[in-house]
């Protein structure tokens, strides 16, 4: 039996004899061959949800007891460290600016009078999860083979490599390459991020032109040292807008064990109740920690990321009575905001814990007889992913 | 009832040195501007009219005065009757950056002298501009110093000290709207019977606060608070709020590809484990923010309330198709004018506002 937020999403799909029994609509899928591939059987899997949702709707809560993920597949995810980052690059390249920007919600504009970095400079926010980030100034020579550059990069997730688009590059990308090679021998394990930076001074077209050349680059000389199959991730960013946001998201994402189960969760969601785009956002750095799968926009993750600061610019003002207190804890936190007068599109907000809430862009057709639906599965999401960050 | 209906027009002059800031103000507050895109803006050429309407009956006629010098010369001798009859309210811009304070000074006492000529009964409001650009620390002093410079020229050009306001403003920050709210406070023609209506209607609801705004410059028109929502520590919540609708039109704006003079939402609530909050339509041009007590129950009792208390709201906006010709003929005939004020002078006087002539 497979609920819709049940078991067997944070698991493999599981065998399809495991579930002959339990399911009635089953029967059907069962006939099919065994030889059936993987993609087929999970496709049958798909259409075997929409038939069955009102049976699982009614079971769901036989599936949220026998939900036993954070036992036995490794160690919870909060277990297994937070995410740390590692800021690298030139000189001037901007990354004190980014960390300061991220973490530290330094207004972008006073980043001009940061001095420059001369020592490891780490810094940590403490919010739903804690994420530790270090930058290492240009000068130590991490790469010389007398260096303990275990001391840096043991425990570290990603290395962000921070190229200053609106300067000459290309110095830049053979200091990368050669990053990129140290990292490939030593530490595989750790993600290399490349942000093509401060692109708000560039125009459209230039700056779409720069982030290729250097894609091209890397990943041509990469693929000379042999190390073409490692994944190296660019994005385009600037502290200016909230593409930085963005694309700190994105690194983040990749290093939460959790994510393929919290993905395939909204991603549900976001089916059964026709939501265009749902996000989960720390509501402390905004930055999200998961979405679903359909492609992201710009757009859409700004838009979410005001209103953010909208709900908590009023929370503030009027939340004054119990501060201190604790509320009470029964209530629902949730919040939406229609696009026009239609009311028909709308954003909707809900608390899943202290600083995490998940954001949901509603699409064309979700009027206000499908908030029942909403709110029922929302209440299930919520459980669940209690669940997964249950510690 | 009647006379409420009538739709009022204020001239609000709108006056400083050059390169005070007052385009910029009236960008950001009137026409949607953002904070930083007011560099674009050009020196102001003469006098440059906009009409506001505000809440359907109270029109504002905003007359922008470019502040070089030689446009004041000429404000202040052949264009002098002109510009300086009729006026309900000048507001006044000094930059508080400014080095050259003895000009400034002069400047703004030939203006008033002016004022005082024509319109004796006008009130004043002088906005210290550009205080982001002072020391947080040093803020109150000079506000209280400057402040006190120019209630000294006021006395002196006959002013009386009720008639003249202070306000340290800032775009970068919400108290440009408090300079502003307490600007239309005071033009708004009917205020009491707003206020009178607004906390029946509170009381129905059981509600904590009540803020009407404004929907296009989202400035607070007025605002009832009941009970012990009196003793929020946020005294400057309403002006942040203004700053805070603002800044979410924009974001909405930027993400449905529209103007942002276009952007308006059906409704918004937030709802926390303290306080319930939602904003709904009220009449055509104001929103009506409400604040109450954490029950799900009163919330959408409250959410129907209003929209059955709308109607009782709505001849606050009269459209106006019957007033606009008189408007017309109101404002190229000073006799016409002066006869719709004399029918108005009991309403007028209501709100402590005596006619000026």
């Known amino acids: ?54 049976v699982q709707n009614l079971s769901v809560v036989d599936g949220a007891t026998s939900y036993s993920h954070g036992e036995q597949s490794g160690p919870p995810p909060r277990r297994k460290g937070n995410p740390r980052l590692l800021f690298m690059g030139l000189r001037r390249c901007g990354k004190s600016s980014v960390q ?31 994420f530790d980030s270090a930058e290492l100034p240009t000068s130590l020579p991490v790469q010389s083979p007398d260096y303990d550059h275990a001391s840096i990069f043991t425990n570290i997730g990603s290395v962000i490599w921070i190229i200053d688009s609106q300067d000459e590059y290309l110095t830049s990308i053979s200091e990368l390459l050669r990053l990129a090679v140290f990292l490939a021998e ?26 290729r050349e250097v894609r091209q680059r890397v990943q041509d000389e990469l693929t000379d040292y042999g ?25 983040i994402m990749k290093l939460l064990p959790a994510l393929p189960s919290m993905e395939t969760l909204l991603t549900k969601l976001c089916s059964t109740c026709r939501i265009q785009k749902a996000y989960l956002f720390d509501t402390l750095s905004k930055i999200y920690i998961a979405t679903d799968t359909s492609p992201t926009f710009l757009k859409d993750y700004e838009v979410c990321s005001d209103y953010v600061d909208v709900i908590v610019d ?43 809430s998940l954001i949901c862009l509603m699409g064309q057709g979700s009027g206000p007889n499908m908030r029942p639906v909403l709110d029922y599965n929302v209440e299930i999401l919520n459980g669940a992913l209690q669940k997964v960050f249950k510690v | 009832m009647e006379r409420s209906k009538r739709q009022k027009q204020r001239k609000v002059l709108l006056m400083g040195r050059s390169g005070a800031g007052k385009s910029s103000m009236r960008s950001i507050v009137f026409s949607n501007y953002v904070a930083r895109d007011v560099r674009r803006l050009g020196a102001t050429v003469d006098v440059e009219h906009s009409n506001i309407r505000f809440m359907g009956n109270l029109m504002l006629n905003l007359w922008d005065c470019g502040g070089q010098d030689s446009f004041v010369e000429s404000y202040l001798t052949n264009q002098r009757s002109h510009v300086f009859t009729h006026v309900a309210v000048l507001i006044f811009v000094f ?22 000529e024509y319109s004796p009964s006008s009130r004043i409001f002088v906005l210290i501009h550009k205080m982001d650009l002072v020391p947080p620390e040093e803020k109150t002093a000079i506000f209280q110093k400057k402040s006190s410079d120019i209630r000294k020229a006021c006395e002196d050009e006959e002013f ?77 919540r309403f002006e942040r709020l203004s700053s805070i609708l603002k800044t979410h039109k924009h974001s909405m704006a930027k993400h449905t590809g529209t103007m942002a003079s276009e952007v308006s939402f059906a409704e918004m609530q937030v709802k926390t484990g303290s306080f319930m909050f939602f904003i709904t339509r009220l009449t055509e041009n104001t929103n009506l923010a409400i604040v109450i007590a954490n029950d799900e129950a009163a ?59």
Not at chain 2, 95 to 116: C, E, G, P, Y
Not at chain 2, 306 to 312: H, N, R, T
Request: proline content about 4%; overall charge negative; some cysteine.
């Open chain 2, 160 to 236: 009386l000290p009720d008639q003249v306001g202070f306000w340290a403003t800032s775009i970068w920050d919400q108290s440009l709207y408090r300079a502003w709210t307490q600007v239309i406070y005071y033009l708004v023609p009917n205020a009491s019977a707003i206020e009178n209506m607004l906390s029946k209607l509170a009381d129905v609801l059981d509600a904590r606060e009540l803020m009407l705004y404004e929907r296009t410059t989202c400035l607070v028109v007025t605002h009832i608070s009941r009970g012990s929502e009196v003793k929020n520590p946020f005294a400057d």
């Open chain 1, 100 to 130: 300061k920007v991220v973490f530290e919600k330094l207004p972008p504009a006073e980043t001009l009078y940061l001095e420059a970095t001369t020592k490891i400079e780490r810094a940590s926010m403490q919010s739903f999860m804690t």
């Open chain 2, 95 to 116: 930059d508080v950056s400014s080095k050259d304070t003895a000009s400034d000074m002069l400047s703004f006492a030939s203006t008033i002298r002016a004022l005082h």
């Open chain 1, 227 to 251: 190390y073409g199959d490692r994944p190296v991730s660019y994005y385009q960013t600037s502290i200016f807008d909230h593409s930085i946001f963005e694309a700190m998201s994105k690194v």
């Open chain 1, 314 to 356: 009023i929370k503030q003002l009027y939340g004054w009575r119990d501060e201190g207190k604790q509320g009470d804890q029964n209530s629902i936190e949730e919040s939406m905001v229609s696009f026009d007068k239609s009311g028909d599109t709308y954003i909707y907000t809900r608390e899943i814990s202290n600083n995490l």
């Open chain 2, 299 to 357: 919330f959408n009792c409250a959410r129907i309330n209003v929209q059955l208390a709308k109607k009782e709201f709505a001849h606050l906006d009269i459209m106006e198709k019957k007033a606009k010709d008189p408007q017309r003929a109101a404002r190229d005939s000073v006799a016409a004018e002066e006869d719709a004020r004399g029918s108005e002078d009991g309403d007028m006087s209501s709100q402590g506002q005596p006619s000026d002539r």
């Open chain 1, 186 to 211: 030593n530490y595989p394990r750790i993600n290399l991020e490349v942000f093509i930076h401060k692109t708000d001074g560039l125009s459209e077209e230039y700056k779409y032109d720069t982030f």
């Open chain 1, 1 to 54: 039996m497979h609920t819709l937020f049940g078991e067997n999403i944070l698991s493999p799909p599981p065998q399809e004899e495991e579930q002959a029994s339990t399911n009635p609509f089953d029967l059907a899928f069962n006939s099919n061959p065994p030889a059936t591939s993987d993609a087929s059987g999970g496709s049958s899997l798909q259409q075997n949800d929409w038939l069955t949702q009102h």
